[in-house]
């Protein structure tokens, strides 16, 4: 099971980081993304760490101001995320695959219930 958390209400220009804890398996095992979904848009990804290396990839969106990282020891992969725009405001949810980049991985699986994250001044 995944857990995000940390998201909150946050001004432009701010920064937030979001925690991705796993429980029952271990992620050290897997690649984890950072899939996020606004109002009336699909869910998309942005942010991935393999499994082998720590290699990370980005979307456009947020690369620069986005940073992913992995702790094994604690189980948890976080978002280090800096300078917020609105645009940045959705739920935010994290996922297991093989391999990274996010591009490919399903849809369906178990989300969990995501963190909010809004930018508003």
């Known amino acids: 099971q995944l857990q995000a958390s940390g998201g909150g209400l946050v001004q432009p220009g701010e920064s937030l980081r979001l925690s991705c804890a796993a429980s029952g398996f271990s992620l050290a095992n897997y690649a984890v993304g950072w899939f996020r979904q606004a109002p009336g848009a699909e869910r998309e990804g942005f942010a991935c760490?393999?499994?082998?290396?720590?290699?990370?990839h980005y979307a456009d969106s947020v690369k620069g101001r986005f940073t992913i990282s992995r702790d094994n020891a604690k189980n948890t992969v976080y978002l280090q995320m800096h300078s917020l725009k609105p645009e940045d405001t959705a739920r935010y949810y994290c996922?297991?695959?093989?391999?990274?980049?996010?591009?490919?991985?399903?849809?369906?699986?178990?989300w969990g219930q995501g963190t909010q994250v809004t930018v508003s001044s």
């Open positions: 760490i393999s499994m082998s290396y720590d290699r990370t």
């Open positions: 996922a297991v695959d093989g391999d990274c980049p996010t591009t490919g991985w399903g849809q369906d699986r178990n």
